[in-house]
């Protein structure tokens, strides 16, 4: 099965900073490459598909890039509303289409 | 309004069995693979099982493969898993999740999910 490791599993930020969170596949996966938020008791929410498209209605100070084994997402400007846990997943070969661990974003 | 509602969780013995249930509305439910993914409390994703869009084709997780079947009912709208011989490492929020196929560098349509249900919660305890 195909790993992903996000990095960094944690990370404190305040309002207004640019965040990148990493995401390392175990073998190349192309561009198949999924980013969710997860808020606390609430279900996930796409960001971004296939490495670097934005999901409708998703605001455009998030951006995702990457391709084979190194993935980046990128929030330009933290908003409050952004404090959550963000999850990468691959969907690269047929299933399981694995998860990363996740890396919550706390406020500083 | 376009929407899954998932149903059926709740506090079951170990051996024991329990079906969850998906209900989709607002969109053409045959059209669309479905997945269930869980998250044990505290834990992270884990995706569980697809059902392709005519069920023709099915995939397990192997920490669910023999003991679990994902099935749906495309005259009522439901996507089903039925989960058996639960262990206490099952215990988790279910969620069902609609697919899009996207093209991507390689050329294969693979999938995201963009829509998500609010979860069910199973707890295997004695």
């Known amino acids: 099965d195909i790993q992903l490791t996000q990095s960094p599993s944690s990370l404190s930020a305040s309002v207004g900073d640019r965040v990148t969170i990493t995401c390392r596949a175990s073998?190349?996966?192309?561009?198949?490459l999924n980013w969710y938020q997860q808020k606390p008791g609430k279900a996930p929410k796409l960001l971004i598909y296939a490495a670097s498209s934005l999901q409708s209605g998703v605001p455009s100070r998030f951006s995702g890039s990457g391709s084979g084994t190194d993935f980046t997402l990128t929030i330009s400007s933290l908003q409050p509303e952004d404090f959550a846990i963000y999850y990468c997943q691959q969907t690269f070969r047929t299933p399981p289409f694995t998860f990363g661990g996740g890396t919550k974003l706390e406020i500083k | 309004q376009v929407q899954l509602v998932e149903s059926g969780g709740g506090v079951v013995q170990p051996g024991r069995s329990l079906r969850l249930s998906c209900a989709a509305s607002g969109f053409t439910f045959s059209s669309y693979g479905m997945h269930w993914v869980r998250q044990a409390p505290g834990k992270g994703l884990e995706w569980v099982a697809v059902?392709?869009?005519?069920?023709?084709?099915?995939h397990y997780a192997a920490s669910v493969k023999g003991r679990s079947t994902i099935s749906r009912d495309s005259s009522t709208n439901t996507l089903f898993l039925q989960m058996n011989s639960l262990r206490a490492d099952d215990t988790a929020v279910y969620y069902c999740?609609?697919?899009?196929?996207?093209?991507?560098?390689?050329?294969?349509?693979?999938?995201?999910?963009?829509?998500w249900g609010q979860g069910t919660l199973v707890t295997v305890s004695s």
């Open positions: 999740a609609r697919e899009i196929l996207v093209v991507a560098a390689t050329g294969l349509r693979r999938p995201y999910f963009d829509l």
């Open positions: 073998q190349i996966i192309s561009t198949y």
């Open positions: 059902i392709w869009y005519d069920g023709s084709t099915k």
